[in-house]
């Protein structure tokens, strides 16, 4: 095998030639302590990161891990995903960064945030740990620059490699990362037995700092202390009994002044589907892992779905069993978004009222009285509710500030001030029966659940206007996929980092090659290839291995799905 001193040979052969040139470096040199891969280069200093494949091989032993850190699929992600976040650190440490044409110089790996993920930036084979790194390897122009290469590639990366091996403070921040993984996962899978839909220990801080910066508060944040009637003590492997607040299964509402904490508690439930680093704050906040928001996003395409739960006997006749439409409306695309949700398999809405359609959520006795039943198609929530538990057993926590019609349907309450919860179901009650609305319920049927719907791969299409594949992300929120950008900023809450929103497309692409003739129910679609990529890594989805990618569930990828403009269901 070439070694490291072959590597700087062919830098300095190549120096000043076109960018090109830089091809000939491709294939893996032994260094002292690692093996570099150089499998992919971008043939344009302006190629973006992750265009480039540079692999950095080392054994566990040399890392200082030990087997049991990889026993179960649980202790190997974590222990990836710490590995990554270390790599991340140490470049941005040890690398100069962005020094010349392009990406010239740069260093990285794809940026964790705040959420532990499954990523295939970090991968094992046997007993030894690969990290897929993009490296910007440096041009004037587009003329190689052999002086700068040579310190990136053989000064800097050597370096970033060289902090990789566990000291004490690694193996014990290591080992705290594990623990805090394994209690995070017990805690959510104790909330079935338990009646609950999420969890929220004590002591836990929601708030964040800002709506671009997802860490902890830094400063004012108060802590959670749950409200007596609602704690319960939860078993955690390695903190043991961990009282917090239980939000049970069926309808809880949450209430509260404006600024009062109300958004951040459901924003904290969303993210509750995902396990969370030490310190975030949201380390022992858990969902069950089906929760998902529903917003109203007008504007959004909607495909043969089923909203005759919500809507029907439109003016213009559509069928709403099949309702299919290129424009939405705020009312028609949040009751597509809850079908869709329960058709994916959610078991949990979480529904603002700030971003919701007004018109879906109530209508109350004084417009009942000016407008007749039967000049109103729109049956709202406030009328199914309740049949979505008792008929589906879907759950649903609400945030209301305006609408006390919602405490007649409620289970639970729960108020926020200034972010203290405090159980206040039966104050609310004793309101709703002191000041009754004389509202009528205007559901007369049982809530059903959607039917099935079978997607035609040929309607996801990945080509652009110019036949050229076109597949990639644009933001964490929003993808490319055909040349027509995919929004799903109405359903992000629970995608952390681009590199999801890069596994949405390629998953999509996969699902157009999969869905030829629309054989397939959807939810079936989707669960069979994430199924697959559960079991054989992201790499199913990323052939080239380039480390880009990042786990997302089945409901974000049929969310996805849904809102490909275009897209034929049977």
């Known amino acids: 095998m070439p070694t490291s001193s072959d590597l700087r040979a062919a830098v300095r052969a190549i120096d000043g030639r076109d960018y090109g040139a830089y091809q000939d470096l491709r294939g893996t040199y032994a260094f002292d302590t690692f093996e570099l891969e150089i499998a992919i280069v971008p043939k344009d200093p ?69 959420a532990v993920l499954d990523r295939n930036a970090v991968v094992l084979d046997g007993d030894v740990v690969e990290v897929r790194a993009f490296v910007g390897l440096p041009g004037r122009g587009r003329r190689v ?79 959670v202390t749950s409200p007596a009637s609602l704690q319960v003590t939860l078993e ?93 409306s705020g009312s028609t695309s949040q009751a597509a978004a809850i079908s869709e949700a329960i058709e994916g398999g959610c078991d949990l809405l979480l529904i603002d009222e700030d ?23 729109i049956t709202v929530l406030l009328d199914r509710v309740r049949a979505l538990h008792d008929d589906l057993g879907v759950s649903t926590v609400l945030v209301m500030g305006g609408s006390g019609d919602y405490l007649d349907v409620a289970d639970h309450v729960i108020q926020l001030t200034r ?52 597949v990639r992300p644009l933001a964490t929120d929003r993808l490319l996929l055909g040349g027509v950008e995919v929004d799903l900023r109405d359903v992000a809450d629970t995608l952390h980092e681009r590199a999801q929103a890069h596994t949405l497309a390629l998953a999509l692409e996969a699902l157009a090659e999969r869905l030829t003739r629309g054989g397939t129910a959807l939810r079936a679609a989707v669960e069979q290839l994430l199924g697959e990529v559960a079991a054989d890594g992201l790499d199913v989805l990323d052939r080239d291995g380039r480390g880009v990618l990042a786990e997302v569930r089945a409901l974000d990828l049929a969310a996805a799905l849904n809102r490909v403009r275009g897209l034929e269901v049977r």
């Open 46 to 114: 302006f190629a973006p990161p992750g265009t480039g494949v540079f692999r950095v091989r080392r054994r566990m032993d040399d890392l200082g891990l030990a087997t049991a850190d990889v026993a179960d699929a649980t202790r190997s992600r974590a222990t990836r995903d710490f590995l990554c976040r270390r790599f991340h650190a140490a470049a941005q440490r040890l690398s100069g960064g962005v020094r010349g044409t392009g990406w010239s110089g740069l260093i990285t790996v794809g940026e964790p945030g705040q």
């Open 145 to 223: 620059q052999a002086d700068l290469a040579e310190t990136v590639l053989l000064g800097e990366l050597p370096a970033i490699a060289a902090s990789l091996p566990l000291d004490d403070d690694g193996r014990a921040d290591l080992d705290h990362h594990l623990e805090v993984v394994e209690d995070a996962r017990a805690l959510r899978g104790q909330l079935v037995e338990h009646g609950l839909v999420a969890f929220v220990a004590d002591g836990a801080v929601l708030p964040r700092r800002s709506g671009i910066d997802d860490r902890p508060l830094a400063t004012g944040a108060v802590p």
């Open 236 to 328: 955690a492997p390695h903190a043991g009994p961990i009282p917090g607040m239980g939000i049970p299964a069926g309808v809880t509402v949450i209430v509260g002044g404006g600024y009062h904490g109300k958004s951040t508690l459901l924003t904290a439930l969303a993210t509750g589907v995902h396990d969370h680093v030490p310190g975030d704050g949201r380390e022992r906040a858990v969902s069950r892992p089906g929760a998902m928001v529903v917003r109203a996003a007008p504007g959004r395409p909607v495909a043969g779905v089923d909203i005759a739960a919500f809507i029907k006997g439109l003016p213009d006749g559509r069928d709403t069993t099949r309702f299919t439409t290129a424009n939405a």
């Open 355 to 377: 971003s919701s359609a007004t018109n879906l959520l109530v209508r109350d006795a004084r417009m009942q009285r000016l407008v007749e039943r039967e000049d109103e198609p």
């Open 419 to 470: 972010y203290a919860p405090s159980d206040v179901t039966e104050a609310a009650r004793g309101v709703a029966r002191a000041l009754p609305t004389e509202r009528r319920p205007e559901a007369v049927d049982a809530s059903g659940a959607p039917r099935d719907r079978h997607p035609v791969g040929a309607s996801i299409r990945t080509r652009n206007e110019h036949g050229k594949r076109s």
